[in-house]
Nanobody, 122 residues
């Protein structure tokens, strides 16, 4: 099994920054993604990274503002979020898989964290 624990959410003003962390433990994973879900909306893809190559993938809505990275020694993936907007408000989930997929399809990720709330005030 794989366990994922997110941290780093909180309340920030528009234009501010936050860094989310996703600590992984258990079986070896090959890719990690971040998704988010706002109230009344479907879960949507934010960013993903392939662990070995550090190849990344971003949703158009966050390109140039968010950066995903990983720390192999800490088995942790980070999501640095800059220039935050009120529309970024959501619960952010970390997800992982063991088949190297780092795209936007949520069903391709087998393991999920509990989520962390990000609220951006205007």
């Amino acid at each position: 099994q794989v366990q994922l624990v997110e941290s780093g959410g909180g309340l920030v003003q528009a234009g501010g920054s936050l860094r989310l962390s996703c600590a992984a433990s258990g079986r070896t994973i090959s890719a990690v993604g971040w998704f988010r879900q706002a109230p009344g909306k479907e879960r949507e893809f934010v960013a993903a990274i392939r662990w070995s190559s550090e190849s990344t993938n971003y949703a158009d809505s966050v390109k140039g503002r968010f950066t995903i990275s990983r720390d192999n020694a800490r088995s942790t993936v980070y999501l640095q979020m800059n220039s935050l907007k009120p529309e970024d408000t959501a619960v952010y989930f970390c997800a992982a898989n063991r088949d190297y997929y780092y795209g936007y399809e949520a069903w391709r990720y087998s393991y999920w964290g509990q989520g962390t709330q990000v609220t951006v005030s205007s």
